[in-house]
């Protein structure tokens, strides 16, 4: 039996079939960049090597907060993750409560290693701080500088040297982390005395 339709015929009309390899194609051209990045997310999060969770371990511990800690591992390892996978990595949370023992241990050893190294830092030290103090007055006081002194400027680098030596700053602190239960015992703390050398209260 001749077949219907000739190659050759001119009166054929409608759609061209399309073989399926064609249409993947074409869909496959039309997805969002977007979407290819939440796919390699995905498949790093997945995948995350050792050094990798202990970079993301490191930042929580210095109390980097886990969108900074994020952005963080992009900068270093140029491969994202989302900010709820970096709290995973904070035993300190919710999330993180089952992070091996490895990584807790990390994390805290971490931690401590960043509060004690205030001792490193030099505007910490009292000292260092009076240092800077002495030379900014000799400055404004006209013994190292061309021109005019500024008394003013030096009298106030004296006043906030003299607190720094009375402890003020020290104090201070001391009474914004008590409880105010006993205003005595706040009084003791400002006069730097005892609070039983304290008069008797007219109460």
Same mark, same amino acid.
């Given at each position: 039996? /001749? ?5 050759? &015929?001119?009166?054929? #009309? ?12 074409? /869909? ?10 939440? &796919? ?7 995948? $995350? #090597? ?8 490191? =930042?929580?511990? =210095?109390?980097?907060? !886990? ?10 390892? @140029? %491969?994202?993750? #989302? ?10 949370? /919710? ?16 931690? *401590?290693?960043?509060? #004690?190294?205030? &001792? @490193? ?9 009076? %240092? ?11 013994? @190292? ?11 106030? $680098? =004296? ?16 009474? %914004?982390? *008590? %409880?105010?239960? &006993? ?11 005892? !609070? ?6 007219? *109460?």
């Amino acid at each position: 039996m /001749a077949s219907r339709f000739r190659s050759d &015929d001119k009166t054929m #009309t409608g759609p061209v079939a399309r073989t399926p390899d064609a249409e993947t194609a074409e /869909a496959m051209s039309v997805v969002p960049d977007q979407a290819r990045r939440r &796919d390699t997310t995905v498949a790093v999060q997945n995948r $995350l #090597t050792d050094e990798q969770k202990r970079f993301i371990v490191s =930042c929580l511990a =210095c109390y980097r907060r !886990p969108s900074a800690t994020a952005a963080a591992f992009f900068r270093e390892f @140029d %491969e994202q993750i #989302t900010r709820q996978k970096a709290e995973l990595y904070d035993p300190t949370k /919710a999330a993180g409560a089952k992070l091996s023992p490895q990584l807790q241990q990390l994390f805290y050893d971490t931690r *401590r290693r960043y509060l #004690t190294a205030l &001792d @490193d830092i030099a505007i910490a030290q009292q000292v260092w701080r009076l %240092e800077l103090l002495q030379r900014g007055a000799e400055h404004f006081a006209g013994e @190292d500088k061309v021109g005019s002194p500024n008394f003013k400027a030096a009298a106030q $680098l =004296c006043e906030q040297a003299a607190k720094e030596m009375g402890g003020i700053y020290n104090k201070k602190r001391e009474i %914004e982390q *008590r %409880e105010i239960r &006993d205003p005595r015992s706040v009084l003791a703390a400002v006069l730097g005395m005892d !609070p039983n050398d304290l008069p008797p209260s007219n *109460r």
